[in-house]
């Protein structure tokens, strides 16, 4: 155990940019002490080690046994395009984590410390890729807690277009939503559409705007349409219309591009939940590999 301990003391040591005596005072022992550790010699008394291990974030066991726990599992393929890994995923061992720190600590400030997944495909609680998933996910498709990309889906999300409970961007969808275009419970935008729509243009259950038309219960598509119909008939200038009010109408009036777009938007999730279990899969093969090297 000298020598592990040893190693473990000295890196945290260096990492910190503590001197032996600084060390020496927040474990209430002589940097002599310290020096003996980790030169390998000797080994700290029970309550001292109980210290060291809260100090190292692992356990009495861990040092003990001499083992490195796992925090997490990460995957990164050989394969490059540019600068960046085909896919690339990080993923928390929570079982490692509970086990080490259990149900009270508050595992936010050691999850920042992961490396943050960075690929064409990439997963993890930090996430940055072309198709990136995530608890913190950015990326031109991205899906994540708190999402932000060309087209975004989450909790809390940004971007071009933008799905989610509280969304914001230049299109948006979700329970609130600010925009040029909003469509939410609650949207507030140039033009808004929704339960509860603020706006320039503003088309609701009940709308407050310059030109706001308040629908009541009537909220159907139908209805919807008829009043994007009526507002190009007020007095907005033609880049509105040619811009927002038309395009609009246009999809609304046109089935088919908007089963393209829900199919895109399929084909991109599979693309990017097929990069997780692929990734997963290897992990899991890695670690099965090194146990029955063990």
Known sequence: MENFLAKKLKRY???????????????????KTVSKWERGNGQPDIETLKKIAQLLETTVDDLLNERE????????????????PVLHI???NFLELIRTYGFKYSYFPILKKLPRAKGIISCGFLSTGIFSLGIFSRG???????????LSFGAVSGGLISFGSLSVGMITFGNFALGLLAFANLGIGYLSIGNLAI???????????????????????????????Q?????ISSMVNDLLIQPIITF??????????????????????????????RIVQHNRNEKSWA
């Open 90 to 92: 990080v993923i928390p």
């Open 69 to 84: 726990p796992v925090y997490y599992f990460e995957y990164k393929s050989t394969l490059m395009i540019g600068m960046l």
């Open 199 to 229: 706006g320039r243009i503003a088309i609701g259950n009940q709308g407050a705007g310059t030109y706001a038309l308040s629908l009541g219960n009537n909220l159907h598509d139908k209805d919807i349409l008829a009043a994007l119909q």
């Open 252 to 281: 609304m009036q046109t089935p088919w591009i908007a089963i393209v777009f829900v199919s895109v938007v399929i084909l991109l999730s599979l693309i990017t939940i097929g990069g997780l279990g692929l990734g997963l899969m």
């Open 231 to 235: 507002v190009q008939q007020l007095n």
């Open 13 to 31: 040591r260096e990492q910190h940019e503590l001197t032996q005596k600084q060390l020496a005072s927040i474990l209430y022992v002589s940097d």
């Open 140 to 150: 031109i498709f991205s899906i994540g807690l708190l999402s932000l990309g060309v």
